[in-house]
């Protein structure tokens, strides 16, 4: 299944004092960490140096004896810190040299931002070690470059990440292609994702475990499953090294299919991963509005319904209902019952879905109320309870919680949960329907 050998190992070198000083996260080689191992050059190593000439040099040479393939970001600026093509071209014995596909790019980049001609400064940006090979940049100035430097191909890249993605995704691969393409082929990683949320990843994974013993080998043999957990879910992703993509999906499909039914409730399908998308979708599929009603999240439920375009055609509005006076006035939760059960209570849960989905006009509600903390807690509701409502269908169901985390991870579990509740409820009523 998997190509002939190891796969073709290749190496980050991301430069920048302001890397090393925490100034600016090194988010380059996350990325290019994600993007190489997808194309069957898995990141093997990673270098993160100052703008110094002697540590760009030492750490590009070392890298060049240890993989097949270095790439190099930062530095490649046109002022006296950017140091990178320098140092490289030096490297390897070669000159700078004016490169005219470079040249054009960039009279056109400075005739496109209004100036005649290109800054002194910036004129270098057209100049390559002699034998590169040039990745135009269409966001910038300084274009990628390609180097054959014997035992590797060496890759600079510019620093800004917006340019350095356009430049990888525009033509990388192919320049690269004729020398790795052949071995990396066999090791392409194919990927799915499955989201889970409001099952906590031990439970998941002891239900997942037991099962997967019990499928039979052709099922699991080669596919590599990875547990992603954070304050929203459980993200189950699956990995298949080599092959054609249509047989990794084919093999996907197989493989959920066989654990689907433990996944249940928790399941959720969503193209970027966002559990709105999911309700949106439940929303619009059933023709139906909601209207939230928010206490402790403050927003965040409808914020989440409206990050997403269309917004308007599922959610009526909210009401932040922070105070006992706008849970009472402007919502319409009774007095005395708020006063007996306290705010953070299933009546009045109860009472800021039902009312706030009559009063705005909704065909469904989502009330939440709780102590995000730090301050707040009790006995008997200490920091992280929060009761969350939905109302479908005139029925209204109510779920106490217990939520982990400081009041920013309280909240955004908040949110989440109540978005979770109402998913599976208009999924459950489409069920019946
Ligand atoms: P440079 O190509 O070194 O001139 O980098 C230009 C800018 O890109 C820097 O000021 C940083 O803000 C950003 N940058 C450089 N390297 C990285 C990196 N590894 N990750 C994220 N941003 C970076
Ligand atoms: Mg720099």
């Known amino acids: 299944m998997s190509g002939s050998g190891r796969a073709p190992a290749s190496a980050i070198v991301t430069v920048g004092n302001e890397l090393l000083y925490g100034e600016t996260v090194d988010t380059n080689a996350a990325w290019l960490g994600r993007i190489l191992a997808g194309w069957g050059l898995p990141v093997a190593k990673r270098y993160t140096v100052g703008d110094i000439a002697e540590d760009i040099r030492e750490t590009v040479s070392l890298a060049l004896k240890e993989v097949e393939l270095v790439v190099v970001t930062g530095g490649l600026g046109p002022t006296r810190d950017d140091l990178t093509k320098g140092v490289v071209a030096d490297l390897m014995g070669r000159s700078l040299v004016r490169n005219e596909d470079a040249w054009h790019a960039l009279q056109a980049h400075f005739r496109a931002a209004g100036e005649d001609e290109v800054p002194e400064l910036s004129r270098g940006q057209a100049d390559v070690p002699e034998g590169a090979?040039?990745?135009v940049n269409p966001r910038g100035t300084a274009p990628g470059i390609v180097l054959d430097a014997g035992e590797a191909l060496l890759v600079l890249l510019p620093g800004v990440p917006d340019e350095l993605e356009a430049i990888v995704e525009g033509g990388l691969l192919s320049a690269i292609d004729g020398r790795l393409g052949d071995r990396r082929r066999g090791h392409v990683v194919h990927h799915r994702v499955v989201h889970t949320t409001g099952i906590v990843e031990t439970h998941l994974a002891e239900r997942l475990e037991k099962r997967l013993e019990a499928l039979p080998d052709d099922i699991t043999d080669g596919i590599d499953l990875a547990y992603l957990p954070d304050v929203l879910g459980v993200d189950l992703r699956l990995s298949i090294r080599g092959g054609g993509p249509d047989e990794a999906e084919r093999r996907f499909d197989v493989f959920v299919e066989s654990i689907t039914d433990l996944l249940g409730e928790w399941q959720y399908e969503a193209s970027d991963g966002d559990l709105a998308e999911a309700v949106s979708a439940e929303l619009r599929r059933s023709g139906r509005t909601v209207a939230v009603?928010?206490?402790?999240?403050?927003?965040?439920?409808a914020k989440r319904l409206t990050d997403r375009a269309g917004a308007s055609e599922i959610l009526?509005?909210?009401?932040?209902?922070?105070?006992?006076?706008?849970?009472?006035?402007?919502?319409?939760?009774k007095q005395a019952d708020l006063q007996r059960e306290g705010a953070v209570s299933e009546t009045v849960a109860r009472q800021l879905s039902e009312r706030v989905a009559e009063r705005l006009g909704a065909d469904t509600g989502i009330g939440v109320t709780g102590v995000a903390g730090p301050g707040g807690g009790s006995l008997d509701k200490p920091v992280g309870t929060v009761w969350i409502a939905t109302t479908v269908g005139g029925e209204t169901e109510a779920v106490r919680h217990r939520f982990a985390g400081d009041r920013l991870a309280v909240?955004?579990?908040?949110?989440?949960?109540?978005?979770?509740?109402?998913?599976?409820?208009l999924r459950d009523d489409g069920a019946k329907g």
């Open 293 to 301: 009603a928010e206490s402790c999240t403050g927003g965040l439920v």
């Open 133 to 135: 090979r040039v990745l």
């Open 316 to 333: 009526v509005g909210g009401v932040v209902a922070y105070a006992d006076a706008v849970k009472i006035g402007e919502v319409g939760v």
């Open 411 to 425: 909240r955004e579990a908040s949110a989440q949960a109540a978005l979770a509740q109402l998913y599976r409820r």
